[in-house]
C-alpha cells in the first residue's frame, strides 16, 4: 500500500522523490511506486469532472517543481521551426499568393506583420473551418515570406535537452492518455438512441484533461517529440490498451471498443460473414438499391477495355449497378473493419466518433510541426477515411463536421511531399475514389432521360440530404486538393483502372436533376434542387476535372490525354446503351447536366492547343459524333425556348437554371465546352446534316418557307420570333467563337474583359468575380501570360470613386476606353455571357451613346461586327457550314420575308442574317477549282444553288419557288403568272424549274446515308443531288394546297432591295457607288451600313459580283428627271417636317418643364447642397412686407397666420451634442490604436461649462447662477426647416392619415414624425408663426436719436411692464405644444441643471439655452464667423425668428425680480449694502464679471415685450459690451506677471485724467488691476504660474489684438440675432476687419475707421454712468467675495477663448491599424473581447454592438452611448464590418464606409479582406453631415433598432 501513503503526501514532495528515484540507475523501485501512484490517480472509474487527478499528473510532470516554471524551462529548449499555430472558426489570418506554393497557404496576424509583404497580392480572411500557420513551412510557400522568427529558427543553436527533465513526462503520459481513451470508450452508446447531448456530455467533462494535452503540446518541440513517441509506439498500446487481466472494469472497457470498431468498414462484419466468395453484392447505407460490388476481381488489362463491365451492367438493369473495384485496391482497411496498432489511431478513432469535437481536432493539429508525427498521424488519418465518410454521412451536424474534418485534411493534403508518400504507401487515390463512389451509391436513382421505361442508366437524387447539403464537400475537396500536386495526378492519370472507376462516378452525374416541360397546368410545387445539380456538377466534375487539365499542358503528357479521352468515349457509349439512345432526343425535357460531355470536351482541347496532338485521331466515328452532338444542342434549343417563355409552367426555377447555366463561375466548366464539342461536331459531319438540325431543334422549320402564311405545329405564333432569332444567333456564335478554336489565354483573358465592361462599367471586384477562373487563374500570375491588372489597364479606364451631395455613395469603376468601344466591342461574347438579357440591350445602349459621343453615327446602331482570329487548323471543317446549300436557302428565304414584310421577322433576324453572310463572306473553304468559273444556268434544274460557295450562290437568281401555303393564304387567290414577252418560256417549265425545299427530309436522308455508308467510304463524302420530291410530313392538315411563286431574285438583289427598303429613297445605289465607296465608315452603322458594308467585301472578293451588283442597281434605280415631283415623295416629305416640328416642340416642352423643377429642387431641397446659397430668406422678408402670406403645403391656399388657424413651418427638433465636442485645438483628436494612446474629454466645451456651473452652484445663489451661462452645449435643442409652410389644422389631418397608413416608411407617426408633404424631408413638428403686424414695422426699426440715459430708462421700464398675460387662442394652444416637443426632445439630464428639479428658474435657463444653441450653431454652419456675410444656406433653413418669437411668449410668464434685475447693475453705481445685513446662507449672487454675456442678451431680449425696438436692442448692445469690454480688460490682466501688472497699472494711471479716459484701454486697464488688487487680491495665485506661461511682452498691439479676441464671440451672437429679428443683411469682410465691421453694423461704432486695422476696441464703450465708478462695483463684487478661493475665482475670470469647429476623431490612414489593435480588445465594462466590436467617431469609445454583455434596462450599449455622448445621435464605426452606422434617436441606418481599397471600393465585412485605405472625402462628408444635422435628410434607409444595437 506504498500509494496510500503516497497520496497522503504533499503532492510537490512525493514528485521531487519521485524523481529522484527514478533517476537512479535501477530505477526499479521507483518505476513500481509510479505506477501503483498511478492506478489510484488515474483510475478511469473515478469521475472525470474531478480534477483531483489532473492535479498529481502535472506535479509529477514537473517533478517537483512548480508547473510554470516547468513549461519556461521546457519551451526554452524548443526546437520548432515552424509556425503551426492551429485556430479555429473565425480567426483572422491572412493569405499572399505571392509567397504560396500551395493555394492553401495561411498565415497568422503576428507571422504575417513580421514578415514583409509590401507589394504582394495578399487578403485579409475570416477563416471558415479553422487552419493553421504555415511559416516556416517551405513546403507550402515560399522562404521569403518567412517572419523574422520563422526564418532565423533553425533547430541548431538551441541546447540539447538535459535526460532528467522530461523523464516524469514519459513515464505518466502514456498512462494519462490511456485514462482520457478509457474516458472515450466508457462514454460511447452505440445505438441510434444516443442523441448528440450524450455525447456533448462526455466531451464536456474531459474539457479540462484534453486543454492540459493542448497545453504540452504549445510547449515547444522537446515536449512535441515526447509525445509522438508515446502515441507512435505501438509496445506501449500493446501493454497498456487492454488493460491489467484481472481488471474487470478495463475489460468491459475493452470491449465496448471492439464493437465500435466492428463496422467501421465499408463493408460490415455480418456481410463479411455471409459470403465467404469475394463476389458478394455489398448493401450500401439506406441507398436505392444500387449495389457496390467489393473484391478483388481479376486485374482486367487496360485493353480488354471494359467488356466483362458490359455483361454485368447488363442483369438486374435499374435494380443494382456494379461497379468493380480494381485489384489495385489493395489496401484491405478500407474495406473491412480498422485495427489499431497505436493510441494515435485509437485517439483519432474516437475524434471521428465523436464527430470532431473541437478541442481534439485543435490538439492533434498542435502536434503537426513534429515531422515523425504528421507522417504517421497522415497515414492514420487516409486509413480512418472510408469511416470518415460513414460518420459524416450519419451525422446530424454534417456542417460542422465538414469544417473540422477540411481543417484537418488541408494541414496534410497540401504539402506535396506528403501527399505523394501517402499515394504511394497507403493508396489514397484509390481509398478515394472508392470512397467517393461509396458515398454518392446511397443516393442513386433511375435515370428518366428518354427512354423513361427500359432506362438501365442511374443518376443521383438532386434532393437527397447528401447534395442538398453539399456533404460531400470535405471528400471532393480533399480530391481536388490532391490533384493539384503534379505528382499524385501523374498517379491517377496512369492508372487506368482508377480513370474507369472514376468515369463511372462521373457518369453518376450525367443527366442529373431531368427537367420536363409542363404543357397543361403550372407546376404545384417549384424544386429547388437544381441549387444542389449546379453545385455538384462544378464541385465534384468540373474542379477535378480543371485540376487533372492543368497538368495536362505540354507535349509530353500526350499519351494521358489519350487515356481519358478514350475513356470518356467508352463511358459515352456505355451512356448511350444504358438510356436507350438512337437518334433523336425525347422532346421536351432537358438537363443540362452532361459532365462526360465536357471531360471530352476540354480534354480534347487542351490535347490540340497545348499538346500539339491531331484532333481525328482522338475523334470517334460519325455516327458517335451524332449522338455526342444531341444533347448539347437540345441544351442551346432549350436556352432559347425558356427566353421565349415556352418553360413557364415550370415555374421561376427553369429561369434560375438557365441562368446559372451561363452564370460567370459555370460558364466555362458548363456552356463553353458544350460549345466547342457542337463546334468540334459541326467541323467533321455534313454541313447541311448540321445546319438542318439546328431549325429542327429549335422548331422553326415550318417557317422557313417562302409563303407569306404557314403552319407550324411546334410553335405558337409569338413564340417562332424569338425561337428564329435565338436559332440564328446560336449558329453565328458557334461560327465566330473562337475561345477553344485557337485563341490565346491573354486573348481569352481580354475578350472577356471586354464584354464584361460593355454591359456596364464594373467596380474591380466585380470584374474579378464575373471573369470565368479557367482557363484564366486570377490568383498567382500564370508565367508568360499577361495579368489581370495589365490587362485592365490596356482596355479600362479608372473612374475614381466620386461622392455626390445627394449622399449615394459611388465606388471607383471601371469604364472601357474609346477604342476598345471602337475596335474592341463584340456583341456575340456579350449575348454569350449575359445572365439577363437586360445587359445585352445595356451594352448596345452604352455603344450607340459612345458612337453618338465620339460623332461615329447617331441613329440607332447595328450590333457591330467584329473581325476574328484565325481558327486553328484542325478546326478549319466550321466554315463548311457558311458555305453550305441548306444554309444558303435560308439566308435566301429569311431574305425575302423579311423583304416581303412576312409575320414574325425582325430587324434582330435580318441583322444575324447579315452576320452570317458576311462570315461566310471573311472565311472562305479552300476550293481548288478557280472560283469565277461562269455557272452554267441548264445545269441545275432541280437544285436551288448551283454550288456551295457562297460567292457564286450570291448572285444566283431563283426563279420560281414551290410551296406549301394553307389555301387561305393570299398567293392561293393569284392567277398564272402573266406570261409577258420576256417570259416566253411556257408556264410548264417554270413548273419544271420551281425549287422545293424540306429541312427534314434532308436531314434525315442524310443521317440514312451516314449511317449506311461503310467506314471506307467516310472519306470522300459524296454530295447528292436534291431531289424534288416533296415530302409531306405525316399527319399534316389536309388544307395546304402547292403553290408556285414567281421570285426571280438573288440573295444580292435582295439585300439591294432591302437597302432601299431601309433607307426609304428609291435612288440611294448609283450603279457606280461601288467606285467612290469610302470604306472607313462602315465599321459601325445600322442596317444600311451593314448591307453596304456586306456588297463592297463581296465586290473585292469577285468581280462577276461587281458586274451583277451595278447591273442590278441600274435596273432598280432608273435614274429620275429632277424637275418632276412625285406627289408621293411630297408626302414623304411632310412626313417628315411634321415629325421634325413635333420633335421640336417636345424639346422645348421637356426644357421648360426641367427649368421649373430646377428652381424648385433650389428652393426646396436645399438638404442636398448645404453650400448653395439661395435668396430665400425667411428672416429678412418677414419683417418687411405689411403682412406676410404663407402658403399651406397641404391645401395649397395662401393666406396669413392668424390667432385662429394658425400656419406653421415644418421643422425638425433633434438634441445635439456637438457644440459640447468643440475642443480648444483645431487639430482634430487622433483615434487611440494603442495602449499608450488616450483621449481626453476634459477639454470639451461641454465638459469646461459644466464645470464652471457648478463652481457658481457651490458659491453664489442658485436663480442667479442660472441666469449666468448657458446650457445645451450638450443635449441642446436644434431646430431646423425645410423652409415650408402648413396650417396647423390641415397637418394634424395628414398625420391623422399616416397613422392609418400601415406602410410606414421607417419613421414612428406615434412619435410626431413625419415627411414634410412636398420635399419629403424628415420631420417631427411645427413651429407657429406669429402673426404679422406689419404696422409698427417701420417705427420699430427706424433708428432714434435719443440719448443713451433716455433710452437706458426706455429699456429698464420695458422690463419692468409685466407681460399682458396671452389670451387662450389656437395659436397660444400650439405655441405651448411646440415648448413640450422641444422639451421632450432631449433628456431630462440635459435640463435640470438647478438644485431643485423643475423650478422656473431651470425652465428659464432651458428656453434660453435652446436660443443660444440654435444661434451658436448657425455659427458653427458659418464657419465660426460671420466674415461670409449674406444669409448663407444655414440662416435660409434657419427659423430661428418664429422661434425666437415662441420662446418669448413662453419666457414673459417668469418676469425677473427687480431687486436682482442684472440691469440696473450694467447701468447704475449702486451704494453698497453692508456685509452683515446678509444673512449666512443667503448667499451672494453672480458677480457681473463671472456672467456669460450673451447669455444676458438673450434673457434681455426674449423677456422685454415683443416686438422689442431696434434702438432698445441697441442700447442693450452697448451697455452689455462695456462690460464685456472690463470682463476682457481682468481676464487679460490675469495674464501679466507681476511686473508687467505693475508698470500698466501706473502708465495707465496717469492717463485716467485725460479727455476720453473712459474709452481708453490703458486708464480703464489700470483702473482694473488696481481694483481687483484690493482686499482678497485675485493675483495672489497666479504669481508662479504666469511667468512660466507668457515669455512675451505685452505691448499696445498686442493688448488690442487679445480684447477684439475676447469680445468678437459676443459681437458675433448679437449680429445674427439683430439680422434674424430685423432682417439686417450681414456685410461681408476680411477676417482682419471682422470686428470694425461688426461693431459698425450693431451700431457701437459710427462708420469704420479708415485703415481698418487701427480700430480700437476701447473706442466702442459708450457708458450711461460714470465708467470708473461702474468698473469698481463690478469689481468689488468679485473681490468682497468670503467664501471663494482666489484660484475659483480665477477659473471663473479667465474666459474661454474661441472654440475650434467640432471635428470626429482623426483616422489612421491604414485600416488595419485599426482592426488589429480593437479587434481583439476586451470592451471596458464586460472585460470580454465583443463579438462585434465598434468605436465611437466622436468620442473614441469602444463598446459592443448588439452585445447582451453591456445591456442596461433592456439598451443595448451602442445606444446607450449615443444618448450619453450626443443626445442619441451615435457615429460607430463596425471593426469587424469597416463600415459606419448612425444612430439617431430610435432609428438607425448604414451610412456607408470611409475605407476604400487601392480600387476605390467598399469591402463591407472584410469579404474580401484587401487593404483598405482612408478616403478623406468621404469622411469630410460624414463630418459635415454630423455637423450641419443633416443625417436624416441625406440618408435614405433608416429602421427603427429597438434598443438592440
Not at 655 to 664: F, I, L, P, R
Not at 876 to 882: A, H, M, S, V
Not at 1044 to 1066: N, T
Not at 1320 to 1346: E, I, M, Y
Amino acid at each position: 500500500m506504498m500509494a496510500a501513503s503516497l497520496l497522503r503526501r504533499d503532492k510537490k514532495a512525493t514528485a521531487a522523490h519521485l524523481k529522484v528515484d527514478l533517476s537512479r540507475t535501477d530505477n526499479s523501485s521507483g518505476v513500481r511506486q509510479l505506477q501503483e501512484l498511478l492506478d489510484v490517480v488515474l483510475n478511469p472509474e473515478t469521475p472525470a469532472a474531478d480534477t483531483e487527478a489532473l492535479d498529481w499528473c502535472k506535479c509529477l510532470i514537473a517533478g517537483g517543481e512548480g508547473f510554470e516554471e516547468f513549461c519556461k524551462t521546457v519551451r526554452s529548449y524548443d526546437n520548432a521551426t515552424l509556425c503551426g499555430l492551429v485556430w479555429t472558426a473565425n480567426f483572422v489570418a491572412y493569405r499572399c499568393r505571392t509567397c504560396g506554393i500551395s493555394p492553401c497557404m495561411s498565415l497568422c496576424a503576428e507571422c504575417f506583420n513580421n514578415g514583409d509583404h509590401t507589394g504582394h497580392d495578399f487578403n485579409m480572411f475570416r477563416s471558415q473551418a479553422g487552419g493553421a500557420c504555415d511559416c516556416g513551412d517551405s513546403n507550402v510557400m515560399r522562404e521569403t515570406g518567412f517572419c523574422r522568427r520563422h526564418r532565423l529558427r533553425t533547430g541548431e543553436n538551441v541546447p540539447s535537452i538535459p535526460r532528467d527533465l522530461l523523464l516524469m513526462s514519459e513515464m505518466v503520459l502514456p498512462r494519462f492518455i490511456l485514462c482520457i481513451i478509457q474516458y472515450l470508450r466508457d462514454g460511447y452508446i452505440e445505438s441510434d438512441t444516443s442523441t448528440e447531448r450524450d455525447l456533448q456530455k462526455v466531451l464536456q467533462h474531459l474539457e479540462p484533461q484534453i486543454s492540459f494535452l493542448e497545453e504540452l503540446t504549445k510547449m515547444g518541440g522537446a515536449m512535441r517529440t515526447v509525445l509522438t513517441k508515446i502515441l507512435t509506439n505501438q509496445q506501449i498500446f500493446k501493454e497498456l490498451s487492454m488493460g491489467k487481466e484481472e481488471n474487470l472494469f478495463a475489460k468491459k472497457n475493452y470491449d465496448k471498443y471492439l464493437s465500435a470498431l466492428k463496422n467501421s468498414g465499408l463493408v460490415s462484419v455480418e456481410e463479411k460473414a455471409q459470403g465467404a466468395n469475394a463476389d458478394v453484392a455489398v448493401g450500401a447505407e439506406g441507398g436505392a438499391g444500387a449495389m457496390v460490388l467489393l473484391g478483388n476481381a481479376a486485374p482486367a488489362s487496360p485493353d480488354e477495355s471494359n467488356k466483362e463491365e458490359d455483361q454485368d451492367a447488363g442483369q438486374s438493369v435499374g435494380q443494382r449497378k456494379r461497379v468493380k473495384l480494381s485489384s489495385s485496391t489493395k489496401d484491405p482497411c478500407i474495406i473491412e473493419s480498422l485495427k489499431h496498432k497505436c493510441f494515435l489511431e485509437e485517439l483519432l478513432f474516437w475524434t471521428i466518433k465523436y464527430e470532431f469535437p473541437q478541442k481534439m481536432v485543435t490538439f492533434l493539429l498542435n502536434m503537426l510541426p513534429d515531422q515523425d508525427y504528421k507522417i504517421t498521424f497522415t497515414k492514420t488519418f487516409v486509413q480512418h477515411y472510408a469511416f470518415i465518410m460513414k460518420t459524416l454521412m450519419k451525422s446530424h451536424e454534417s456542417d460542422t463536421m465538414s469544417n473540422r474534418i477540411v481543417h484537418i485534411s488541408v494541414q496534410l493534403f497540401s504539402n506535396e511531399e506528403l501527399a505523394r508518400h501517402v499515394t504511394e504507401e497507403c493508396q489514397l487515390l484509390d481509398i478515394m475514389v472508392t470512397v467517393l463512389l461509396y458515398m454518392m451509391e446511397s443516393c442513386l436513382i433511375k435515370s428518366e432521360l428518354q427512354d423513361e421505361e427500359n432506362s438501365r442508366h442511374v443518376v443521383v437524387n438532386c434532393s437527397e440530404a447528401l447534395l442538398k447539403n453539399n456533404t460531400y464537400w470535405p471528400l471532393v475537396s480533399d480530391f481536388i486538393n490532391i490533384l493539384s500536386h503534379q505528382s499524385v495526378a501523374k498517379k491517377f492519370l496512369e492508372d487506368h483502372s482508377l480513370l474507369m472507376l472514376w468515369m463511372s462516378f462521373v457518369s453518376f452525374f450525367q443527366g442529373m436533376n431531368l427537367n420536363k416541360r409542363e404543357l397543361n397546368e403550372h407546376v404545384e410545387f417549384e424544386s429547388q434542387t437544381y441549387y444542389a445539380a449546379f453545385a455538384a456538377e462544378l464541385e465534384a466534375c468540373a474542379q477535378p476535372m480543371w485540376g487533372l487539365l492543368t497538368h495536362c499542358k505540354v507535349k509530353e503528357t500526350q499519351e494521358y490525354t489519350k487515356t481519358v479521352v478514350r475513356y470518356c468515349l467508352e463511358t459515352l457509349q456505355i451512356w448511350f446503351d444504358a438510356i436507350g439512345f438512337n437518334d433523336e432526343p425525347a422532346p421536351n425535357q432537358v438537363t443540362f447536366h452532361l459532365p462526360l460531355h465536357r471531360y471530352y470536351a476540354m480534354f480534347l482541347s487542351k490535347a490540340v492547343k497545348c499538346q500539339g496532338l491531331d484532333l481525328d485521331s482522338l475523334l470517334p466515328d460519325q455516327e458517335m459524333l451524332m449522338k455526342i452532338m444531341v444533347h448539347p444542342l437540345q441544351i442551346q434549343a432549350s436556352l432559347s425556348e425558356i427566353h421565349s417563355n415556352m418553360w413557364v409552367r415550370n415555374g421561376l426555377q427553369i429561369k434560375g437554371q438557365a441562368m446559372t447555366y451561363v452564370q460567370s463561375h459555370f460558364c466555362n466548366s458548363m456552356i463553353d465546352p458544350d460549345i466547342y464539342l457542337l463546334q468540334v461536331c459541326a467541323s467533321r459531319l455534313d454541313p447541311d446534316y448540321f445546319i438542318s438540325s439546328v431549325f429542327e431543334r429549335f422548331k422553326v422549320v415550318d417557317l422557313l418557307t417562302m409563303a407569306s402564311q404557314h403552319q407550324n405545329a411546334a410553335l405558337d405564333s409569338e413564340q417562332e420570333r424569338p425561337m428564329l432569332e435565338g436559332a440564328l444567333t446560336f449558329l453565328v456564335i458557334l461560327t465566330s467563337l473562337r475561345v477553344h478554336l485557337g485563341m490565346t489565354d491573354d486573348e481569352i483573358l481580354r475578350a472577356e474583359m471586354v464584354s464584361q465592361l460593355c454591359m456596364n462599367d464594373r467596380t474591380h471586384s466585380a470584374l474579378l468575380d464575373l471573369i470565368p477562373e479557367n482557363p484564366n487563374p486570377k490568383s498567382g500570375i500564370v508565367p508568360g501570360s499577361c495579368s489581370f491588372e495589365e490587362m485592365l489597364s490596356a482596355v479600362a479606364d479608372f473612374k475614381a470613386p466620386v461622392f455626390e451631395p445627394g449622399g449615394s455613395m459611388q465606388q471607383g469603376m471601371y469604364t472601357p476606353k474609346a477604342e476598345v468601344w471602337e475596335k474592341e466591342f463584340d456583341p456575340i461574347m456579350v449575348v454569350l455571357r449575359t445572365v439577363y438579357r437586360r445587359e445585352v440591350q445595356s451594352a448596345m445602349d452604352r455603344y450607340s451613346a459612345f458612337l453618338k459621343q465620339s460623332g461615329l453615327h447617331t441613329g440607332n446602331p447595328w450590333p457591330p461586327y467584329k473581325e476574328r482570329t484565325p481558327l486553328h487548323p484542325c478546326y478549319k471543317g466550321l466554315t463548311k457550314l457558311l458555305h453550305c446549300k441548306t444554309l444558303h436557302i435560308v439566308i435566301f428565304t429569311l431574305l425575302y420575308k423579311v423583304w416581303m414584310d412576312h409575320q414574325n421577322m425582325s430587324e434582330h433576324v435580318l441583322c444575324m442574317v447579315m452576320y452570317l453572310i458576311e462570315l461566310g463572306l471573311d472565311n472562305q473553304v479552300q476550293d481548288n477549282k478557280q472560283e469565277e468559273e461562269p455557272c452554267i444556268e441548264e445545269h441545275c434544274h432541280d437544285s436551288w444553288f448551283p454550288g456551295t460557295n457562297l460567292l457564286s450562290n450570291l448572285h444566283h437568281v431563283i426563279n420560281f419557288v414551290r410551296v406549301r401555303v394553307p389555301e387561305t393564304a393570299p398567293e392561293v387567290k393569284r392567277e398564272a403568272p402573266p406570261s409577258t414577252s420576256t417570259e416566253a418560256s411556257s408556264y410548264g417549265q417554270n413548273l419544271r424549274e420551281a425549287q422545293v425545299f424540306s429541312l427534314v427530309a434532308e436531314r434525315r436522308r442524310k443521317f440514312q446515308e451516314i449511317i449506311n455508308r461503310s467506314n471506307t467510304e467516310a472519306a470522300q463524302v459524296v454530295r447528292p443531288k436534291s431531289s424534288s420530291t416533296r415530302w409531306v410530313p405525316p399527319g399534316t392538315p389536309p388544307q395546304l394546297v402547292t403553290e408556285i411563286l414567281e421570285i426571280r431574285e438573288s440573295m444580292l438583289s435582295l439585300l439591294i432591295k432591302l437597302h432601299q427598303k431601309l433607307s426609304s429613297k428609291q435612288n440611294y445605289l448609283s450603279p457606280s457607288w461601288l467606285d467612290d465607296m469610302d470604306t472607313s465608315r462602315h465599321t459601325h452603322g445600322d442596317g444600311i451600313t451593314a448591307i453596304e458594308r456586306i456588297l463592297t467585301k463581296a465586290a473585292a472578293r469577285s468581280s462577276q459580283i461587281k458586274r451583277s451588283i451595278q447591273d442590278i442597281c441600274g435596273k432598280t434605280c432608273p435614274p429620275v428627271p429632277p424637275k418632276k415631283n412625285n406627289p408621293s415623295d411630297k408626302k414623304t416629305m411632310d412626313k417628315e417636317e411634321r415629325r421634325q416640328r413635333a420633335r421640336e416642340r417636345q424639346q422645348k416642352l421637356l426644357a421648360e418643364f426641367a427649368s421649373r423643377q430646377k428652381s424648385f429642387m433650389e428652393t426646396a431641397m436645399d438638404v442636398e447642397s448645404p453650400e448653395t446659397e439661395a435668396a430665400m430668406d425667411l428672416g429678412a422678408s418677414e419683417v418687411m412686407e405689411s403682412e406676410v402670406l404663407y402658403d399651406c403645403v397641404i391645401c395649397g391656399q395662401s393666406g396669413p397666420s392668424t390667432e385662429d388657424r394658425p400656419t406653421g413651418l415644418v421643422v425638425l427638433l433633434q438634441a445635439s451634442s456637438v457644440l459640447g465636442h468643440r475642443c480648444k485645438n483645431q487639430e482634430a483628436k487622433k483615434l487611440p490604436t494603442s495602449d499608450e494612446e488616450h483621449i481626453y474629454a476634459a477639454d470639451t466645451c461641454g465638459v469646461s461649462h459644466d464645470v464652471m456651473l457648478t463652481l457658481m452652484q457651490r458659491f453664489f445663489k442658485d436663480s442667479s447662477c442660472l441666469q449666468s451661462v448657458s446650457i445645451g452645449w450638450d443635449g441642446g435643442v436644434y431646430v431646423q426647416t425645410c423652409g415650408h409652410t402648413l396650417h396647423i389644422d390641415c397637418h394634424k389631418s395628414y398625420m391623422e392619415s399616416l397613422r392609418n397608413d400601415q406602410v410606414l416608411q421607417g419613421f414612428s407617426v406615434d412619435k410626431g414624425e413625419f415627411t414634410c408633404p412636398l420635399c419629403r424631408q424628415f420631420a417631427n413638428s411645427v413651429l407657429p408663426c406669429r402673426p404679422g403686424r406689419g404696422t409698427d414695422a417701420g417705427a420699430w426699426h427706424s433708428s432714434s436719436n435719443k440719448k443713451t440715459l433716455v433710452l437706458v430708462k426706455e429699456v429698464e421700464d420695458l422690463q419692468e411692464r409685466l407681460a399682458p398675460f396671452p389670451t387662450e387662442s389656437n395659436l397660444t394652444k400650439e405655441m405651448e405644444l411646440v415648448i413640450k416637443d422641444v422639451k421632450n426632445t432631449t433628456q431630462r439630464k440635459y435640463m435640470d441643471y438647478g438644485k431643485n428639479p423643475g423650478s422656473p428658474d431651470n425652465d428659464f435657463l432651458f428656453m434660453y439655452s435652446v436660443a443660444r444653441t440654435n444661434l451658436e450653431l448657425e455659427l458653427v454652419h458659418r464657419g465660426g464667423n460671420l466674415c461670409s456675410g449674406g444669409a448663407s444656406a444655414a440662416a435660409k433653413r434657419s427659423c430661428l425668428n418664429q422661434l425666437f418669437h415662441v420662446l418669448a411668449m413662453h419666457m414673459r410668464l417668469y418676469s425677473i425680480d427687480s431687486a436682482y434685475n442684472p440691469w440696473t447693475k450694467l447701468t447704475q453705481v449702486i451704494e453698497r449694502r453692508e456685509a452683515d445685513d446678509f444673512d449666512d446662507d443667503e448667499r451672494p449672487e453672480v458677480p457681473m464679471l463671472f456672467r456669460d454675456i450673451p447669455s444676458l442678451l438673450i434673457i434681455f431680449v426674449l423677456t422685454m415685450p415683443q416686438p422689442l425696438r431696434k434702438e432698445h436692442f441697441t442700447c442693450v448692445v452697448k451697455m452689455l459690451y462695456n462690460l464685456q469690454f472690463t470682463q476682457a480688460l481682468a481676464a487679460l490682466s490675469i495674464k501679466f506677471s507681476p511686473e508687467e501688472r505693475q508698470a500698466w497699472s501706473t502708465s495707465g494711471a496717469l492717463k485716467k485724467n485725460a479727455a476720453n479716459a473712459e474709452t481708453s484701454f490703458e486708464a480703464l486697464l489700470s483702473h482694473v488691476i488696481s481694483e481687483l488688487s484690493k482686499d482678497k487680491s485675485v493675483y495672489k495665485v497666479n504669481a508662479e504660474e504666469t511667468s512660466m506661461l507668457m515669455s512675451g511682452v505685452w505691448s499696445p498691439q498686442s493688448i488690442e489684438f487679445s480684447l477684439q479676441q475676447l469680445c468678437l464671440p459676443f459681437l458675433r451672437l448679437s449680429c445674427l440675432l439683430q439680422h434674424h429679428l430685423y432682417g439686417d443683411t450681414l456685410t461681408g469682410c476680411l477676417e482682419e476687419e471682422e470686428f470694425p465691421s461688426l461693431a459698425v453694423c450693431l451700431g457701437l461704432l459710427a462708420s469704420a475707421p479708415q485703415p481698418s486695422n487701427t480700430a480700437h476696441s476701447a473706442s466702442c464703450l459708450q457708458w450711461a454712468v460714470d465708467a470708473f465708478g461702474l468698473v469698481t462695483q463690478w469689481c468689488a463684487e468679485v473681490t468682497g467675495l468670503s467664501q471663494m478661493q482666489a484660484e475659483q475665482s480665477l477659473t471663473l475670470l479667465v474666459q474661454e477663448p474661441e472654440w475650434a469647429a467640432p471635428r470626429l476623431l482623426q483616422l489612421p490612414d491604414n485600416y488595419n491599424v485599426i482592426f488589429q489593435y480593437y479587434h481583439r480588445k476586451a470592451c471596458t465594462a464586460c472585460k470580454k473581447v465583443p463579438k462585434d466590436p465598434a468605436l465611437c467617431l466622436v468620442c473614441g469609445a469602444f463598446v459592443c454592438l448588439k452585445g447582451v454583455c453591456c445591456k442596461q434596462q433592456g439598451i443595448c450599449e451602442c445606444v446607450l452611448h449615443s444618448q450619453h455622448c450626443g443626445a442619441a445621435t451615435g457615429i460607430f464605426l463596425l471593426i469587424n464590418a469597416s463600415v459606419i452606422i448612425i444612430i439617431r434617436g430610435h432609428r438607425f441606418c448604414l451610412w456607408g464606409s470611409v475605407y476604400l481599397d487601392a480600387h476605390g471600393e467598399e469591402d463591407r465585412d472584410l469579404r474580401r479582406g484587401k487593404p483598405l485605405f482612408l478616403c478623406e472625402e468621404r469622411y469630410r462628408v460624414l463630418e459635415q453631415q454630423w455637423v450641419s444635422h443633416t443625417f436624416d435628410h441625406i440618408n435614405k434607409r433608416w429602421g427603427p433598432h429597438y434598443n438592440g444595437l
